[in-house]
């Protein structure tokens, strides 16, 4: 094709001869593959249509579960989340897939709060990380299993460890906690407010927060004669990762 358009332009006045250089920059096949970019965007639409129909299902589970406790049938999550149980099935063959989906989604959340406190101004964020901790695992009563960790990916842990160990460290050099605390510390602190959430339950869902208050308070007095010594990372991984028997 290209090839005719020269030989027209070969057969014209010899004043446009300057112009066959210019064709192709108004006809160039590069412009084809624009045609086709509308196009494109279509499978991306069709991803997020169905991230959004999972964050739908994972949304109504937790309501579900805060609600119903562990009790809370499939059937009443998909009504909630407004599919059809098939659907629901489809993507969480199981409860207990659907949980594990829960934990996930939790552990996500609460890198993304430690990100966030990491940009508090210096000596704010462990604080700051610690309530909004607080407020999400209030949220997530009902479904959070025994063993949390087992079923959050080793690189969620990991990376959520490191940014705390970095928000304590900088509550360190700002004078706001004791020296001797570790980041394990700081794992049983969030252990406590759970504690505290999963016993007050619906009859006093706020009372995690004065709980909170105590243990701050503790973690800025400047001379603390512990009894023991902290646990280590190991402990702490075994920990979370493995069943318990109920008391």
Same mark, same amino acid.
């Given at each position: 094709?290209?090839?005719? &358009?020269?030989?027209?332009?070969?057969?014209?006045?010899?004043?446009?001869?300057?112009?066959?250089?210019?064709?192709?920059?108004? %006809?160039?096949?590069?412009?084809?593959?624009?045609?086709?970019?509308?196009?494109?965007?279509?499978?991306?639409?069709?991803? /997020?249509?169905?991230?959004?129909?999972?964050? !739908?299902?994972?949304?109504?589970? $937790?309501?579900?579960?805060?609600?119903?406790?562990?009790?809370?049938?499939?059937?009443?999550?998909?009504?909630?989340? $407004?599919?059809?149980?098939?659907?629901?099935?489809?993507?969480?063959?199981?409860?207990?897939?659907?949980?594990?989906?829960?934990?996930?989604?939790?552990?996500?959340?609460?890198?993304?709060?430690?990100?966030?406190?990491?940009?508090?101004? @210096?000596?704010?964020?462990?604080?700051?990380? +610690?309530? %909004?901790?607080? /407020?999400?695992?209030?949220?997530?009563?009902?479904?959070?299993?025994?063993?949390?960790?087992?079923?959050? !990916?080793?690189?969620? &842990?990991?990376?959520?460890?490191?940014? %705390?160990?970095? +928000?304590?460290?900088?509550?360190?050099?700002? $004078?706001?906690?004791?020296?001797? =605390?570790?980041?394990?510390?700081?794992?049983? =602190?969030?252990?406590?407010? !759970?504690?505290?959430?999963?016993?007050?339950?619906?009859?006093?869902?706020?009372?995690?927060?004065?709980? +909170?208050?105590?243990?701050?308070? $503790?973690?800025?007095?400047?001379?603390?004669?512990?009894?023991?010594?902290?646990?280590?990372?190991?402990?702490?991984?075994?920990?979370?990762?493995?069943?318990?028997?109920? @008391?």
């Amino acid at each position: 094709m290209t090839g005719d &358009v020269g030989t027209a332009g070969a057969h014209d006045d010899p004043g446009d001869r300057t112009e066959p250089p210019s064709e192709p920059r108004r %006809t160039e096949p590069q412009s084809e593959p624009r045609r086709t970019a509308p196009s494109e965007p279509r499978r991306p639409a069709l991803r /997020r249509d169905a991230a959004e129909n999972r964050a !739908r299902m994972i949304e109504a589970a $937790g309501r579900a579960f805060a609600a119903q406790g562990p009790t809370a049938g499939m059937e009443d999550i998909a009504r909630l989340a $407004g599919v059809g149980p098939a659907t629901l099935y489809r993507r969480f063959p199981t409860k207990d897939a659907l949980v594990a989906e829960l934990v996930e989604v939790f552990y996500d959340k609460l890198v993304t709060l430690a990100e966030e406190a990491a940009r508090r101004p @210096p000596g704010e964020g462990l604080d700051r990380f +610690l309530r %909004t901790v607080g /407020r999400l695992i209030a949220g997530s009563r009902g479904y959070l299993p025994g063993a949390w960790g087992e079923l959050a !990916r080793p690189a969620q &842990v990991r990376h959520l460890r490191g940014i %705390t160990d970095g +928000l304590l460290a900088e509550a360190r050099r700002a $004078g706001v906690v004791n020296d001797q =605390v570790t980041v394990t510390d700081i794992a049983m =602190v969030v252990w406590g407010i !759970r504690g505290v959430v999963e016993t007050t339950g619906a009859a006093a869902p706020d009372a995690w927060q004065r709980h +909170l208050d105590l243990v701050m308070a $503790g973690l800025r007095t400047p001379h603390i004669a512990f009894s023991r010594p902290p646990l280590d990372t190991g402990q702490v991984d075994r920990m979370t990762s493995e069943p318990h028997d109920s @008391p």
